[in-house]
């Protein structure tokens, strides 16, 4: 008699060929080997990869697929720790080549009017409960305003606008030893493992430059970040690897900007700029400035800039945005730097849904790179499959010369999308009539600020 499939097996049969897939055509085998990945005997390190790839796609963490019980992995808890917790395997060069490759599939499916970009934030890679995990140390969450036990995840991804992902990471320890729970275990320093225990103890700005440094060949003009890192003395040295910056900038009394031919803080250029004479616009106004490394450097060393005041959605304050390309106009300074917004999402579905920080329970600080190194992998591969899904240029060359590339979504077509929506809902419901429903609508509509208006009716 035939057996039927249950839709279980169907959805396993494809997620395993997607993951096939996914390691055949990017060539994952031969980057192991280029990343000092191998064996002397037993299970191959593909093999090995390949199945604790796939164990958060069958709701099961490793002490779960390591009971006697199941069959979801081939091989014993040895062979996995061992594999997670091996020095030599460079983890970090393994995501730098598998993302180049995706970067250069995702980057031929756009035009070269298309502005990349390279996004840096930090996050919290939280052990709360662990106590003797190498190099644990008592980080500070912004998010929350509360320290914790762990590091801090400083994460450097590129974006087009549609399709964010992952090119490197750090997870950084305190560089105060008090701040440190555990310390680093003595290594030769010769090998990789004592130089990344080394990186974990650098200061953030240190370690963000070189890890800019190591993707001088992905294709990204501008750099964002958030008020954290926005500092001229990191501008000045990112603008110096011929990229320029967008990123939010702290009210602070401290950082000064040269503003007519006097040094002053950014609250007091906003007191001195010409406001928008429309109360219902979003950029206030912008001034063009100049920045210094430190006090020490010259003239010829200082870098233009212009600072764009917008509005703040969340209360009546003003938020600054600070731009090293003074040819963009302040619309497209905002609409960048809106693409910032990727990483977050990427942080929150690797928490929320890829097990970051809580699959493997191992303590030694190799294990934390080889974890967080998986989770990265398996976003990368959601996001292409993602792409491959929206974007038809990708089923081959004839649908690459006919279809137009995905185009990032602007804020007129989100807001007539919406007012689409609106009218749809109100001419449905049976206690207002058609003529009200009208009435509400273009209310509605002589309320939204005039820039706005003229974007809606050019779409219209």
Known sequence: MFQIISHSDQNDKALFSSIERFFSDFDLSKLLLKCNFYKASGFSCVLILK????????????????????????????????????????????????????????????????????IIDDSLFSRDRSKKVELLARVFDHTSHTFHKGFRMLTLGWSDGNTFLPLCFQLLSSTEDK????????????????????????????????????????????????????????????????????????????????????????KAIYQK???????????????????????????????????????????KDWLALLCTDLELSDEEIVRLYGKRWDIEVFFKVCKSHLALAKEFQGRSYDMQVAATTIV??????????????????????????LKEEMADIKLSYSLMILIDTLRHVLHNLPTISEDLANTILNAFFDALPSSIKDRLLSCA
């Open 179 to 266: 701040n440190v729970y555990c310390p680093a275990q003595q290594k030769d320093k010769r090998t990789l493992a004592s130089k990344r225990r080394e990186n974990a103890r650098r200061s953030t700005t240190d370690v963000l430059l070189d890890m800019l440094h190591s993707v001088q060949h992905i294709p990204a003009r501008y750099v964002l970040f958030d008020s954290w890192f926005t500092f001229p003395k990191t501008v000045a040295r990112i603008k110096s690897m011929q990229r320029d910056v967008i990123g939010m900038i702290k009210k602070t009394e401290k950082v000064h900007y040269l503003y007519e031919n006097k040094w002053q803080d950014v």
């Open 51 to 118: 199945q604790l790839f796939s164990l958060i796609f069958s709701g099961k963490n490793l002490y779960r697929a390591l009971d006697l019980n199941s069959n979801d992995l081939s091989f014993r808890k040895n062979t996995a720790y061992r594999f997670l917790n091996e020095g030599r395997f460079n983890w970090e060069k393994l995501l730098m080549l598998m993302m180049t490759r995706l970067v250069c599939f995702i980057d031929q499916l756009t035009g070269k009017d298309r502005q990349s970009v390279l």
């Open 273 to 315: 700029i010409k406001k928008s004479a429309d109360p219902k616009a979003q950029v206030l106004g912008s001034a063009c400035v100049r920045l210094r490394e430190n006090k020490s450097a010259t003239a010829e060393e200082w870098v233009d800039a212009r600072i764009v005041f917008v509005k703040d959605r969340h209360s």
């Open 376 to 401: 990265f992998l398996r976003y990368a591969m959601l996001a292409i499959e993602a792409r491959k899904n929206q974007d038809d240029r990708t089923l081959g060359d004839l649908f690459y010369l």
